[in-house]
């Protein structure tokens, strides 16, 4: 970043906040490290490190190690496990390892490990009161960047004690930096977004000695989530996007402001980490569902940026282009699975494509450059009779084609198939919009969090998807609702009876081409639950790993989907897993539930 381009009087703000804000005051700076056992003897080479959630700055999920592949992963065995502290959840949470030492983040715990033997080494404590959902943190230049509700959190990697240069102690009040930075006459320096409600739940990217991060829980009514550029050592402010532009000085302002007629532009929020291309100097982002969810009476039109993947100068944060995957949502359908990148070859030509997926079961995929479709996605009309008062459902939603001018196969079921008549009865196409009188149902699994990968070997993208449906009826909310953390989205403005009879939800695996948007193979796996779904891995041994919520661990051949491997855990996986190599030996990690477990060759 340019001089030119920094939040101007930031370091004199970040002071003033640090000591000044209410209920907050030294308390953000605080950190407890507990040492354990000696961090692991490691080779001058044969390291092979995960340093980031999806492993690079595409999001690519692929690794490039290949000692475990088809001819051997049936050999895998269980080389060590560890159960987390109680009170710590990290079942959402994909660990990293840099030179042996393996790394977990979730709520106010930041936990190293040796990667060879699964012996605890350090241990640092964060502000319980500030902890949020984790999906792990952000390795770069010999720190560990962590997050604690509103606040991004720098460690050294080695020790566990905090960076003393970054922020305050080594606790950075980001987002109340940023909406300082862009909203200094409505947040003023004792005003404290964890009270509004604002959160980060997803590590950041980083690049070039900045961290890029969103903000998110669009059901707390706030306004917009926040993608924001902060200097990794110090913490200063580059520059700030709102996904939801409340005022003409936002980027954005112009196309947004009349999609969300004269309701609170809220919700928006960034819930999962965002990819960089280098090259065409791009960050990409996708963006979660408008508030409330359900009733959308008071923000009639499209609600532009929610549910929709958006591309910004890297250097500037100016919004170069966006596509929004679903309008107006009604149905909680958060455009969140992603962004991946990949390249792949059409007619001799190179394709630089990014894709993304939603609660929707539909896969949508961009030229990257410009955020034309690949192939055709097409406005279709959808259902708009509702009875909820004052609601005007939009028209139409874009759905994604294939190279052939039909539909693309849909990664999970999209509709509802019950063998009870009276239950089949209520169920309802896509996009139905829900009943304020009888409780409707609808599929509502999708992608949710599991990250895809792309592996370069076989030019496939690799997609997570859950088959599941709910039965629900909506409480209108209108607009009488103020920002704040008040879990709307799952306790205000519906009844929800998630688990329906003769319904058995289950897992999915997708491969699809991504040029000609066609499905390659599909895995149906076991599940116990209708809620969220792991991501999966690909490596050069021409395998997709893949968690089950039922326990089960899988190895798929990246190219036909054939089974090769199943491990069961002894609890459900709903984190995404990664791989690495120390002292030239591969492993395979995921954590079921609250048990981080290690494979590898005999």
Known sequence: MTAGNRVQGLAAALVA??????????????????????????????????????????????????AIDTTNVGELTGQWSVAAPAG??????????????????????????????GESVWTLELDAARQSRSRGPTYAEGKIYAYNGPNLVAADARTGELVESFGDGGVLPVVALALRAKYPDVHPPGLDPHNIGYRITSAPAYHDGTLYLGTSNSENHIPGGLVIATDAETGAIDWVFNTIPQRPQDDGWEIARDTWGGGRRAGGGVWTQPAIDLELGLVYFNTGNPSPDYDGSARPGANLFTNATIALDLETGALRWHYQAIHHDLWDWDNITGPVLFDVTRNGGTIRGVGAAGKNCLLYLWD????????????????????????????????????RGVPMTPFCATFVHLDDPALQAQ???????????????????????????FSPRTGLLYVTGKNAAVSMIVKPLGDSLEPGPHGLGHNGNFEELSRIPAYTPTTTLTAYEPASGEEVWQQVLPALTPIGASGNLATAGDLVFQGADDGRFYAFHAGTGEELFRYDAPRPIRSSPMTYAVNGRQYVTVIATDTIITLGLP
Do not use: C, K
Request: charged fraction near 15%; avoid cysteine.
């Open 17 to 66: 906040f640090a000591v000044g804000a209410a209920g907050a005051g030294r308390a953000e700076a605080q950190g407890r490290t507990t040492r354990g056992a000696a961090p692991p003897d490691v080779t001058a080479g044969g390291q092979t490190n995960w340093t980031s959630h999806n492993l690079d700055l595409a999001n690519r999920r692929y690794s490039p190690l290949d």
């Open 88 to 117: 710590v959840n990290i079942a959402q949470v994909t660990p990293l390892v840099v030179d042996g030492l393996l790394y977990v983040h979730a709520g106010a715990s930041v936990i190293a490990v040796n990667a060879v033997t």
């Open 427 to 453: 169920t309802r196409q896509m996009y139905t919009p829900y009943s304020i009188n009888e409780h409707l149902i609808v599929a509502h699994g999708g992608s949710s969090f599991g990250s895809p990968a």
């Open 368 to 403: 990257r450059e410009t955020g034309e479709p690949i192939n055709p996605m097409v406005e279709t009309r959808v259902p708009t009779e509702t009875d909820v008062p004052g609601e005007v459902v939009y028209p139409t939603q874009p759905i994604p084609h294939n190279a």
